[in-house]
């Protein structure tokens, strides 16, 4: 009499809380549930993934058994996990897209969207840019934001090696991309779209139309926050950010060296000339503690952020200090000292910047 009770539409109702792990949607508003055979008591459901390999298939085919094992009635669940024929992917792309199919401007990009746009900007190269834009991403994600990162500085790409994901292909759905997402965090590089080490040698319209697509051609879904890793200097993507993102805020990084500072201060000014809110300054590689003693020793000099904060009457909002480089990438530990100061950095910028969390998800 028990397997009477089930039927289709319960188990479909269980199996919308598991989501696709690629566009965070419901399995069942994305039509991924091929069948769903019930035997008695016994049920059996194929699902189909939009790539052949996913990486969490594992987790997507325990979570489908245990959705349906909740059922009332079900004492046995059989999970077959398929791949999306051609066809199948053109109308979950479609499904993806929306109305926005033939939008001309994307989502992220119009008046009324939601997410706040943060441009991490610095007047020269190694100063930490990259790096200090990588940690804020993953503090702001464990605070429970929905973060994107767009590394634009598409000359000097190097966000996927600082996350440790440089191996990593996004997957491509129906010539919808799919942003790679790692510690919380979605992530698009040219160095994605590049063979290993050949130069991206373009003139800065063909620049301005990649950041573009970066926009058009991602699924990004909904983002509280995106951050954007702009080249160093005022060239032509710093430009096109500007002009794209009239309502972007920018986090100026500077090195604790006075010609740093003066640097960096040009590339504030620029903000400041194009009506960006200017957050604050980031004084990267600020000291190194001696880990016996804790002694600090200023290595690049000292009072930098100041001097740069002070030349664009904003504050100085955060001193990192230097640590040894971890294996694999370029995240700091949880727990770690420079770990905690972009925690601080994080939740001081939520107040600043105005951000709200309007869905936390849970890992």
């Given at each position: 009499?028990?397997?009477?009770?089930?039927?289709?539409?319960?188990?479909?109702?269980?199996?919308?809380?598991?989501?696709?792990?690629?566009?965070?949607?419901?399995?069942?508003?994305?039509?991924?549930?091929?069948?769903?055979?019930?035997?008695?008591?016994?049920?059996?459901?194929?699902?189909?993934?939009?790539?052949?390999?996913?990486?969490?298939?594992?987790?997507?085919?325990?979570?489908?058994?245990?959705?349906?094992?909740?059922?009332?009635?079900?004492?046995?669940?059989?999970?077959?996990?398929?791949?999306?024929?051609?066809?199948?992917?053109?109308?979950?792309?479609?499904?993806?897209?929306?109305?926005?199919?033939?939008?001309?401007?994307?989502?992220?990009?119009?008046?009324?969207?939601?997410?706040?746009?943060?441009?991490?900007?610095?007047?020269?190269?190694?100063?930490?840019?990259?790096?200090?834009?990588?940690?804020?991403?993953?503090?702001?994600?464990?605070?429970?934001?929905?973060?994107?990162?767009?590394?634009?500085?598409?000359?000097?790409?190097?966000?996927?090696?600082?996350?440790?994901?440089?191996?990593?292909?996004?997957?491509?759905?129906?010539?919808?991309?799919?942003?790679?997402?790692?510690?919380?965090?979605?992530?698009?590089?040219?160095?994605?779209?590049?063979?290993?080490?050949?130069?991206?040698?373009?003139?800065?319209?063909?620049?301005?139309?990649?950041?573009?697509?970066?926009?058009?051609?991602?699924?990004?879904?909904?983002?509280?926050?995106?951050?954007?890793?702009?080249?160093?200097?005022?060239?032509?993507?710093?430009?096109?950010?500007?002009?794209?993102?009239?309502?972007?805020?920018?986090?100026?990084?500077?090195?604790?060296?006075?010609?740093?500072a003066d640097v960096a201060v040009r590339a504030g000014l620029m903000a400041r000339q194009v009506n960006h809110?200017?957050?604050?300054?980031?004084?990267?590689?600020?000291?190194?503690?001696?880990?016996?003693?804790?002694?600090?020793?200023?290595?690049?000099?000292?009072?930098?952020?100041?001097?740069?904060?002070?030349?664009?009457?904003?504050?100085?909002?955060?001193?990192?200090?230097?640590?040894?480089?971890?294996?694999?990438?370029?995240?700091?530990?949880?727990?770690?000292?420079?770990?905690?100061?972009?925690?601080?950095?994080?939740?001081?910028?939520?107040?600043?910047a105005e951000l709200r969390v309007k869905t936390v998800t849970k890992a």
């Open positions: 009499m028990a397997g009477s009770q089930v039927t289709r539409e319960a188990i479909l109702e269980a199996l919308r809380v598991v989501e696709d792990p690629e566009v965070h949607k419901s399995i069942v508003e994305m039509d991924m549930v091929k069948t769903i055979d019930i035997v008695g008591s016994r049920v059996g459901v194929e699902v189909l993934l939009t790539i052949h390999g996913c990486p969490l298939r594992t987790v997507i085919e325990r979570q489908v058994r245990e959705a349906v094992l909740s059922v009332k009635g079900v004492t046995e669940a059989q999970v077959v996990i398929g791949t999306m024929t051609d066809e199948e992917r053109e109308r979950f792309a479609a499904k993806l897209r929306g109305n926005d199919q033939q939008a001309t401007v994307p989502p992220l990009l119009r008046p009324d969207a939601d997410t706040t746009f943060i441009a991490v900007a610095s007047g020269k190269g190694g100063v930490g840019k990259s790096t200090v834009t990588a940690n804020l991403g993953v503090a702001l994600a464990r605070a429970g934001y929905r973060v994107g990162v767009v590394d634009a500085d598409i000359y000097g790409f190097s966000l996927p090696k600082i996350f440790g994901i440089a191996d990593i292909k996004p997957a491509v759905v129906s010539n919808l991309i799919m942003p790679v997402q790692t510690h919380g965090v979605k992530v698009v590089s040219m160095q994605f779209f590049v063979p290993e080490n050949r130069p991206v040698i373009w003139r800065g319209p063909m620049l301005g139309k990649m950041l573009r697509n970066f926009f058009q051609e991602v699924h990004w879904g909904d983002l509280d926050v995106m951050l954007l890793d702009l080249p160093p200097g005022t060239g032509d993507v710093a430009l096109d950010v500007h002009s794209m993102l009239p309502k972007s805020r920018e986090l100026i990084i500077t090195t604790p060296h006075p010609n740093a809110d200017i957050l604050g300054v980031v004084e990267n590689m600020a000291y190194y503690a001696c880990g016996h003693c804790g002694e600090k020793t200023y290595l690049f000099g000292n009072g930098g952020g100041h001097q740069a904060a002070k030349a664009l009457g904003t504050d100085l909002v955060a001193q990192i200090p230097l640590a040894v480089a971890q294996s694999g990438n370029g995240l700091f530990p949880d727990g770690s000292e420079q770990a905690e100061v972009f925690d601080n950095l994080a939740s001081l910028l939520v107040k600043r």
